[in-house]
Structures are given as structure tokens and as C-alpha cells.
């Protein structure tokens, strides 16, 4: 029996053993799994996940690229600020860290444990470019986990002088608006690092075996901007907005020979941004400096010459009204006194068709690809949207919205002969060392116009200066072309009788045109708001500071030598004046206005100018006569034999009416509105009782 029970005793002992030692032989075989989990499968994860607790990767910053202007003269630099880090894993005594800082920068401490109990990071800034008149208490800061970094600063070297071209960057360095942005991947250059270890006493040191990765700076910059220009252009439109009481102004300066902006600047006192480029992003009217466009057209077209005589309806025409009530004017005092009702007459003889081709290829309505973020293109109808009055209201400047830089290139593309350049502001990039790394070179976009009508519109432009609405930028021995523009500003969806746009475009010397000066100001409230007398002054006191200070010598040519030759008073050349066709009594009143002496054969009453010449009296004197017919003077038809075709074309049908009747030409006229075509051609010699068809640009029978 005793020995029965040894028996089962021992059973139940080698039984436990081989339950424990199969337990055990279990334990063992996950340990080594999880072992060799660790160590093999997962060791990547674990060795990262140890080196979080005694390793950090610190950013080493690049220094931002410097902006120069065209001579080289840095605009915008880097100095080096304070900047305050922390590793929230590193830091032995956050509370006194961040009693510390709220001490110092007088924040509460609650700002800094936040950002010391920052969860799954190993990065927080606590500071970012602390003030100078900080640096003395923090020299000698040393926290266990808290890292001093130098970090480049955004310094403008001339007192924020061409600031908003240049552009701004934000708290990291990267480019917000201006050249800054445009440029900021060039301009940023590449983030270095360095890999942190924590020693034994928890202080952070460089470790030899870790990697570093050095910053690569970022490249320079070299503007068309002349420094010594710009601020001119800021000082004189200061002045000039502060003068008027105006809310903001634009000015601009351009070589128009190569497109390079030379200054730009602009004001801004309605409350919004300072900072924009106003002259590429804001939208406006320009009422007469869009003349340029008809001027150039009727020239290029050979619609008419400067001389040729223009009805000007005594300053008054369809609620359009002129400053002065001149009957008639020629083609040059409708420019140099900027008639609306002059210019509106012209550009009906264009047409809807050629004035949009014409205002399109000077650049409206398409960007101009300034190597500046944020142009807009502007608004150009096509001719399909033209309303019945469109053509008359674009033509003087409204209905079409332009930036200045527009207004100015199409200005600057006269000035150099017709050709259009592209604008560019950006000249050179180089790299840290110095080396060229991209240079823009001056681009031709298309040839607008003729030379000869370039010259032509020049002379007229002289004209405007000379005698007319631009005295005020003139300066003396210098020939100043240049162009007047005042426009009502749109207010609440209406027309304003009390705000304005007011503006002068010139370029200098006349002669062999070198620059371009565009000035505009918003809203003038001092009393003036005409652009000759706001803008045109402000446009002479830049132009003579430039001429000053650059010594350029070849803007004052002798008088003899100009290629350009204006008399010096406003008198018409009679002998390149053409009255065919104009009811005598207008045709009177003009020569009578200009002092022009003259002889009338015929009837001064409901008569037509059939034909004139030129004669010397008795007393050696020249003069006009002229040769009228009507209806109640056909001997005079008899005397021109027949009589030739009229140009009709752009006439109301009540005026076309008018001239076939009093010549007493049979007629038969299609549709309404202005006259587009006439058959046969004008200057046909008529048959007797040959009838001629006057085609017009609204359908249906008149």
C-alpha cells in the first residue's frame, strides 16, 4: 500500500515537472520571438524610436538672396536675429523655462508650457527674431532642451524705398508679394540641418558621426530699377497726392527704348493695401490719354492729316460736351486741346472694327508680362459688344478699363518709333558666387505703327505741351511730348461730377525719345482735377529732377538741330487745310477763329465748300478762296464742272443728308446710324444726275 502511493507520488512530480518545464520551454519561445522581433523584424522601429529620446534634427536656415537695383545698389538685405527653440523631450524644468521667458518677453507663462507640453513633436518655437533691446538678457540663457538659433532677417537698406516692388516675406522668409514672391524659389536658397545628441547631464552637443547637412544660400537678384529714380518718383508723387488732397497715385518710369521700369510707385489712401502693385492690379478709366489710340489709327490709316478740319458742333454733341465751343478744329487742336467731339468724329471714320484692332495692338486688354505677380488684364470690348455709343465713349476714354502700365506702354511704343516692347523688371540672377545665372534682355512684341506716324503723333503731342492743355509740363529747352487725361470716376454705379481721375503721359526729348513718365492721382480735391493742371506739373518736376541728377546732355538738342519743329504759337498752316465739303457757314467760322484770311465765291448761306485754292492778293498776301454750291447757287457746279464724292463715311445720315442735298446729288441711303460705305469711293468725279448709294451701320431702311 506504502509503496503503491510513493509510486503515485512521484507520478504526480515527474507530471508538475513536465507542466513546468513545458510552460517554461512556452516562456521561453515567446521571449524569443518577441526577442527576435525586436532585434530583427522591428529593430528599425526601435532604434528610431530610441534615438527620439536622445537625438533631434535641428534646421539650419539659408540666407535669403539679395535684391539689387540696376547699379548695384542693395535694396533689401538680411541681418541676423535671436530666435528661441525647444525639444519638449529635452527640457528637464519646463516651469522655470517658462517663468523665464514670460519674465523677459512679458507674455504669461501659460503661452510658453503650452507650447513645452506639445505632444509628438520634438520642435516648438518659443521666440522668433526677438527685438535687439532684448538681446542683453538673453545672451547667456542656457536650458537644458532650449536652442539659441541665428536667424536671417528681411532689412530694407534705403528706408523701405521701393518696398512695394521689392515685396515682402513673412516670419519663415518666404515671399509674400513683389519680386519676393515672383522670385522666391530662387531667391530662398535650401535649408541646411545638423543631428543633436543629448549627453549624460541631458545638454545637447553636434555629434561628429552624424550626419550635416550644410544651407545653401539663396541666389541675388538684379533689378532694372534705378535707386536714385525710384525715389524721386516717391518723393514727387508724395508731394503731388499730399498737394491735391487726393486719395492715392500712381507713377511709373520707363526706358522706351528697352521696356525697363526705372521706377514704379504708388499711393494708396482709401483704406486698402498699401502693399499691392496698384500700377499692374488696379483698374481705371482713362479718359483722354486713350485718344492715343484714335490719333494713331487716323494717322496710320491716312484717314486725315493734322491739318484737315474737323466739325467740332460749337463744343456740343450728343450730351457730350468739349471745355471750349469751337464750330471747327483741325485734326492737330482737336489733340492739343483735347476735344472729345473732334476725337469722336475721327474715330467714327475708323469705325468700330479698325479702333478695336488698333486699341488691342497697343496692348488693352491683354497683360503686358511684367515679371511681377498679380496683373490684370484689363476690359476691351470686342466690337459685337459695342453699344450704339460705345465707339464715341471709348474713343475719349471711358467704357474700356486700363492699369497704368497699359497707358504707359502704349505711350512708350510711340515714343520708340511704333515699336512695342515688353516691360521687364527683373535684369540679372546670380548665383551666391557671382555667377550669371540668367540675364533678360529686351523683347519686341509687335510694330504698332509706322515711324512716320509715330513721328506724326509726336508732333502732336509736342503740340498738347507746347499749346496746349499740357503747358504745365513743359521745361525749358527740353521738348516734352506728351498727352492730358481727366476722367469722371464710377461712384456707387454713377458717374461723378466731383471725383476724378486725373493724369499726364509724356516722354522726353522729343526728338529721340528716352523716357516715358506716367503720373495719375485719384480723386484730386484741392479745387483743380484736370490733368494738366494735377498731374502735369507733378510729371515736370520728376522729369527735371531726372535731367538734373543723370546729366544727360542729349535731351537738350539745339532747336535747329530737332527733328521735331513746332512754331511757337497755336496758328493753323492754312496751306495744308481742306474744307471740301463743309457747310460754309462752319467753314467761315473757322478761318475767321484762326485769323485766316479768305474769299468766298458763292452763297454763305445753306451752301457746301465745293472746291477752294490758294491765291495771293494784290497786296501779296496769301489767302483761301472758297467755292460754294447749293441750291440756290448752281452756277457754281457748273464752274467745278462736276462735282466729286464727298467722303461720307462716319457722318450721321441727318449730316449726309445735308451735303447731298445742297449739292444736289441724287442719293438713295440703306439703313441708319453712321455712314460705313459709300458708292462710288469719295473724290470720284460725278456724273450729271448720277445717283450714289450711302450704306450704314444699323439696318433696316432709313
Partial sequence: MRERTNTNIKANT?????????????????????????QVIDAARYQLAAKKQYESKISLKSSRGIIFDRKMNSLVSNIVMYSFAADPNMVDNKDSVAQVFANIFKKDKSFYMDKLNSKNTSFVWLERRIDPKYEAQVKDMNFSGVIKLN???RIFNYDKLSSQIVGYTNIDNNGLSGIELELNDML???EGYVVMQKDGLGRKRPAVEYPRQEPVDGNNVILTVDMNLQKIAEEE???????????????????????????????????????RIA???DLYEPGSTFKIVTGAAALEESILSKFDVINTYGGEYMNIKDSHKSSSMTFQQVIEQSSNIGTIQVANRLGRERFYKYARDFGFGITTGLDLPGEVKGRLKKPVEFSPVSLNYMAIGYEVLVTALQMTNAYACVANGGMMMKPFIIKKILAPDGTLLKEYKPVEIRNVISKTTAKALTELFVGVVENGTGK?????????????GTSQKMVEGKYSKSKYTSSFMGYFPAENPQIVI????????????YGGKVSAPIFRKIAERIINLTGLHEFSAPENNADIVLTSNNKVDNTSLNLVNFDISDAVKFLNENEIPFEVEGARKNAIVVSQEQFTDEKGNRKIKLVTAGANNDNNLDKVNTVKMPDLRGMSVRKCIKVMSTLGIDYKVNGCGKVTTQVPEAGTQLAKNQQVIINCDSPGKF
Fill in 188 to 190: 530662398s536658397g535650401k
Fill in 279 to 281: 500700377e499692374i492690379t
Fill in 151 to 153: 536667424e536671417p532677417n
Fill in 237 to 275: 508723387l508724395t508731394a503731388g497726392v499730399e498737394a491735391n488732397n487726393s486719395t492715392g497715385g500712381k507713377v511709373i518710369v520707363m526706358n522706351v527704348k528697352t521696356g525697363e521700369i526705372l521706377a514704379m510707385h504708388s499711393i494708396n489712401l482709401d483704406g486698402s493695401s498699401q502693399d
Fill in 518 to 529: 506716367a503720373v495719375i492721382i485719384d480723386a484730386p480735391g484741392a479745387g483743380e482735377y
Fill in 472 to 484: 504745365d509740363a513743359r521745361i525749358e529747352n527740353i521738348k516734352i511730348a506728351g498727352k492730358t
Fill in 14 to 38: 515527474e507530471r508538475r515537472i513536465t507542466i513546468f518545464m513545458a510552460v517554461f520551454a512556452l516562456l521561453f519561445l515567446v521571449i524569443l520571438y518577441k526577442l527576435f522581433t525586436i
